[in-house]
C-alpha cells in the first residue's frame, strides 16, 4: 500500500478482543516511519460516518479509530485496547515514496466469560426465529465479559438495568449463574452511604459505583434479586442480599405524594425508562415501582417474613389504587403521565407489568391516540414484549419479535443494536450513531422470549 491506500478486513462475525497486525514492506529500505489509521466497526457503515462532524454530548473517544506510526520493519504490533467490532479498516496516512506497505496479518483473540459449549440449540423449524436467537446469543456471548458488560464498544459497564435483562437471558441460554451472582455483590457492595444502589458500576483500575443513581434501576435491584433465586434456588444469596434490596424500596417510596402516585418526571431525578427524549417518565415510574414491590413482597414471603411480605402488599394495593385513581382516563382508555397528561406506550406497559390492569386494550388505544410517545430501545421493547405476553398477547408478542428484532437482522445485524427506531434509523440520543453501540445486551431479548415461551 501506498500514500492514501487502504484496505478492509472482515472479520465476518463481531468479535471483541485483541487485534493483532503485522507488516513488512517492498522496495527501498523504509527511508521514513509508515503512519497509519485504524479504524474498527461493529457495523460496516460506521465506516463512512466522518468522526470529526461528531459534537454530541457522549464522549467522542468511544470512536474506535487509532493513528499510529511504524518505525522498522517487520514488525509485528497488538494494539493495547480492547475493540468491539467486525470491520477493520486500515489507511495508510503517510510514508515515504521509495517503499510500499505490506500487511502480512490481521487477527483477532475473541475474549468472552460465555462458552458456546454451554449453549443448548434453540429448537425451531422456523429460519428467521433461528437466525433471530443466533443473533440474539451472540449479543449476550459477546457482553458477557469480566461483568455483564452493557456494550462492549460502549460503555463496557455493568448497568444495573441492562444486568436484569442480560440475567433474564443468561438463564435460558448460558446459565452462568456464577457471573450474574458476581454482578449482584458488585452492586450491593458499592451502595451510596444511604444505602442507595447505583445504577452502574466501574470495574477498573478496581470496583468503584458510578456517582449517578436512577430511581428506576435501584429499584430493579429487587426483581433481579428475585429472579436469580427462582432460577438458582441459592438461598443464602437471596438472604444476605435482601436488605440492600428492601432498602431500595423504602427510598424510592419517599419519592410518593399522599395521594400514592410517585412524583412527575421533572422532581423525580433520573428515571431511564427509554431513550425517548421527549417521555414523561411519571406513570411509568409507578408502574415500575408496583412491579418491584410486587417482588420484594415475594421474598418476604419465600424468606418467612409475614409481617414484611403483608406490610409490602399493604403499600403495594394503596399505590395501585391510586394508579387507577389519578392516572387512568377514563374518556381515552389510557394511562396519562405528567402535568400535561402524556399517552406514551411505556406508561401502558409498565401499568400491566406492575400488575395495574391486564387490559392488552390499552395498548391497542395508546397506539392510536394521536401524539402518542412510542418507543425507541430494544430495552423499551423487551418491557413491550413481556407486557403483551402477561396480558394474554402471545402471538402479537411473537410478531414483535419478528418484526422488531427481526427488522435489525434484515438490516444485517451480527449482534443486537443498543438503540433502533424502525421510523428513524439514524436516530441517536448522544447527537450522533457513530457512538452508538451495536453490540448491546439489553437487546439480547429475542434469546429469552423465544427459549421461554415460544419453543417447539
Ligand atoms: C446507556 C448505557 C446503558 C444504559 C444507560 C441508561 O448509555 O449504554 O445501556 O443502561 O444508558
Not at 18 to 40: C, K, M, N, R
Not at 170 to 195: M, P
Not at 279 to 298: D, T, W
Request: net charge negative; aromatic share 12%.
Amino acid at each position: 500500500m501506498g500514500e492514501g491506500e487502504s484496505v478492509l478486513f472482515d472479520f465476518q462475525e463481531h468479535l471483541v478482543g485483541y487485534v493483532t497486525l503485522s507488516f513488512s514492506t517492498e522496495g527501498s529500505h523504509p527511508d521514513a516511519p509508515a503512519w497509519i489509521e485504524l479504524q474498527l466497526a461493529e457495523r460496516k457503515q460506521e465506516l463512512s460516518e466522518d468522526a470529526d462532524k461528531y459534537h454530541g454530548w457522549v464522549s467522542k473517544s468511544w470512536i474506535q479509530q487509532e493513528r499510529i506510526h511504524l518505525d522498522t520493519f517487520p514488525c509485528r504490533i497488538r494494539l493495547p485496547r480492547r475493540y468491539a467490532f467486525r470491520y477493520l479498516k486500515l489507511t495508510v496516512l503517510g510514508i515515504s515514496t521509495k517503499y510500499r506497505l505490506k500487511v502480512e496479518e490481521a487477527s483477532c483473540e475473541a475474549v468472552s466469560s460465555a462458552d458456546d459449549a454451554d449453549l443448548k440449540p434453540y429448537e425451531t423449524q422456523d429460519a428467521e426465529l433461528l437466525a433471530i436467537d443466533r443473533i440474539a446469543c451472540r449479543t449476550l456471548h459477546d457482553c458477557m465479559q469480566d461483568v455483564f458488560e452493557d456494550g462492549p464498544k460502549r460503555d463496557r459497564r455493568l448497568w444495573l438495568g441492562d444486568l436484569r435483562l442480560q440475567a433474564l437471558a443468561n438463564a435460558e441460554t448460558y446459565r452462568q449463574f456464577d457471573l450474574v451472582k458476581r454482578c449482584l455483590y458488585l452492586f450491593a457492595g458499592s451502595t451510596f452511604e444511604n444505602g442507595r444502589l447505583s445504577a452502574a458500576i466501574f470495574t477498573e483500575p478496581e470496583i468503584e459505583a458510578d456517582d449517578t443513581a436512577m430511581f428506576d434501576y435501584s429499584l430493579l435491584f429487587v426483581p433481579t434479586l428475585l429472579d436469580y433465586y427462582e432460577a438458582t434456588g441459592d438461598r443464602e444469596t437471596l438472604f444476605e442480599l435482601w436488605d440492600t434490596a428492601k432498602r431500595q424500596i423504602a427510598m424510592a417510596a419517599e419519592s410518593f405524594g399522599e395521594t400514592g402516585i410517585v412524583r412527575d418526571s421533572d422532581r423525580l431525578g433520573w428515571c431511564f425508562v427509554d431513550w425517548n427524549l421527549s417521555l414523561n417518565k411519571q406513570a411509568s415510574a409507578q408502574g415500575i415501582y408496583l412491579y418491584c414491590e410486587k417482588a420484594a413482597a415475594r421474598i418476604a414471603a419465600i424468606l418467612g417474613d409475614i409481617e414484611g411480605e403483608r406490610a409490602f402488599m399493604q403499600d403495594y394495593e394503596a399505590k395501585r389504587s391510586a394508579a387507577l385513581r389519578y392516572l387512568y382516563d377514563e374518556e381515552k382508555g389510557v394511562f396519562i403521565s405528567g402535568a400535561d397528561c402524556q399517552v406514551s406506550i411505556a406508561s401502558q406497559v409498565w401499568m400491566i407489568l406492575g400488575g395495574v390492569t391486564n387490559d392488552a386494550g390499552i395498548l391497542d388505544r395508546a397506539k392510536e391516540a394521536p401524539d402518542a410517545v412510542g418507543m425507541v430501545t430494544p430495552y423499551m421493547y423487551h418491557h413491550y414484549v413481556q407486557a403483551l405476553i402477561d396480558a394474554g398477547r402471545k402471538t402479537q408478542a411473537l410478531e414483535i419479535l419478528r418484526a422488531y428484532w427481526g427488522g435489525m437482522a434484515k438490516e444485517g445485524a451480527d449482534t443486537f443494536w443498543e438503540l433502533y427506531n424502525p421510523d428513524d434509523p439514524n436516530e441517536s440520543p448522544y447527537g450522533g450513531t457513530i457512538v452508538l453501540s451495536y453490540c448491546h445486551a439489553w437487546s439480547c431479548a429475542p434469546a429469552y422470549f423465544l427459549r421461554k415461551y415460544f419453543s417447539e
